[in-house]
């Protein structure tokens, strides 16, 4: 029979935080709208402002223009606004504003989605900016295949465009990655037969793209800092690894490793200083290459990929920050181990030093024994003395009483006697000690 659980060791679950985890397999709505459309993304940086401060700013501007704002420990939070679709989601770092807007400028980007945001918000939003996305999806009808190619490059105004067929050849995607005057990069899509759900989702796949390829390439100028850095420590670790190489040239070891313990000081704060920055970049490469491999993106024509131009221009930055981790840590390594067997020298000088001390204890010991020695021979010698000293007035106050003896005689027979005694009486005292 199952022995029913002790009431402390039921999981408490509460309503509130399975409803937590539900909803985190909807955190990331889709904002849908048919084809033409418009839309802005904007991508503004946290830096001292907490997600709290931020989605009480997002409600307030909800409340302004009589919509309701987001919940209590919402992520995200959608709302109409005019004639805009706005969407508020807020990430670990930075916080992202989307706005859909029915139908295309005229032309095309002349009045992207954001120019129908409240002027107050619009301008908030272009200081904090740190990336802006444009996108016109325009229908394929309203291009003709042998013109489509220059119309591309017109509205991007660049000749020099990037993108190709995505969708099955239902659609085609196009930008210069090129920013405009008020910072902004141009998207074209072409939509030949894409459904709405499924060009809101390929909409979604871009702008997270681009949002998390800006958030990844935040770790270059860190690696770069970091090069710059472990340049200036590696010659000083390799200097203080020479001094130990050539220690009889240099006995100061205790100098030595006051200086590579700084060395490790200067190292472990370079690793804990930036490990968040390159883990965070890992992770947002993660997400764009999973992205980039889900838009099934086909050349089209002789123009470069959109894809292939990201990834040209997105690996070597992840490979540096990949190098720069690591050369992080092999420095951390070596400087261990340097410091491990600067350690066991030191230790075994002071193993010496202490070596040499106890000999030398041992030796004025030594000194001090044959010291003592001698002294007690000289004081046996005193004792006898002053013993047969005694004995002698003795012997001379027996003569005087009339007793028939020689106090010379007695004396001189009389020594030997007492240095024996004496003699005797202090090795039993040591042995009586010793024991």
């Not at 999981?11 to 935080?17: A, M």
């Not at 904090?128 to 591309?152: A, Y």
């Not at 796949?205 to 472990?230: H, N, Q, S």
Request: aromatic share 6%.
């Amino acid at each position: 029979m199952t022995q029913p659980y002790a009431e402390s060791d039921i999981p408490i679950n509460t309503l509130s935080e399975r409803i937590a985890l539900s909803n985190e397999w909807h955190a990331r709505p889709l904002l849908t709208l048919p084809s033409p459309l418009r839309c802005s993304h904007m991508v503004c940086l946290r830096g001292d402002t907490s997600l709290e401060e931020r989605r009480q700013q997002f409600a307030d501007f909800c409340e302004s223009q009589g919509q309701s704002g987001p919940s209590k420990n919402s992520r995200h939070h959608s709302v109409n606004v005019g004639n805009c679709l706005l969407k508020w989601e807020g990430h670990t770092e930075a916080d992202s504003y989307t706005l859909l807007v029915a139908g295309n400028g005229e032309p095309p980007f002349a009045a992207p989605a954001i120019s129908f945001l409240d002027a107050s918000m619009r301008s908030k939003l272009i200081d904090q900016l740190f990336l802006g996305v444009h996108i016109e999806v325009i229908p394929c009808t309203d291009s003709p295949k042998e013109n489509r190619l220059q119309r591309i490059r017109a509205l991007l105004g660049r000749q020099e465009v990037y993108g190709g067929s995505i969708s099955e050849g239902k659609g085609e995607l196009w930008s210069s990655f090129r920013l405009d005057a008020e910072g902004f990069s141009r998207i074209v899509i072409m939509d030949c037969a894409l459904s709405e759900a499924r060009l809101s989702r390929q909409v979604q796949r871009i702008l997270e793209v681009e949002t998390y390829r800006m958030l990844a390439m935040l770790g270059l100028p860190a690696a770069r800092d970091v090069m710059g850095t472990l340049g200036e420590l590696e010659p000083a670790l390799d200097e203080v690894i020479e001094e130990i190489t050539h220690r009889d040239a240099d006995p100061a070891l205790e100098l030595s490793l006051g200086r590579i313990t700084r060395i490790a000081a200067r190292v472990e704060h370079v690793a804990a200083a930036h490990a968040y920055r390159f883990a965070a970049s890992r992770a947002y490469n993660g997400i764009v290459e999973r992205r980039l491999a889900e838009l099934s993106e086909e050349q089209k024509g002789s123009a470069p990929r959109y894809t292939t131009f990201l990834q040209k221009t997105l690996m070597p930055a992840m490979r540096t920050c990949e190098a720069a981790e690591r050369r992080t840590q092999e420095l951390a390594q070596r400087v261990t181990r340097a410091t491990q067997l600067l350690d066991s020298m030191v230790d075994m000088d002071q193993k010496k030093q202490n070596q040499a001390i106890l000999e030398s204890l041992a030796e004025r010991a030594n000194l001090q024994l044959r010291l003592q020695q001698s002294v007690e021979g000289f004081s046996i010698f005193a004792i006898t003395y002053y013993a047969v000293g005694l004995l002698g007035y003795l012997f001379k106050s027996g003569k005087t009483l009339g007793l028939g003896i020689n106090p010379d005689l007695l004396t001189g027979l009389s020594a030997p006697v007492v240095l024996a005694f004496v003699w005797l009486s202090v090795r039993s005292i040591k042995n009586r000690l010793k024991r």
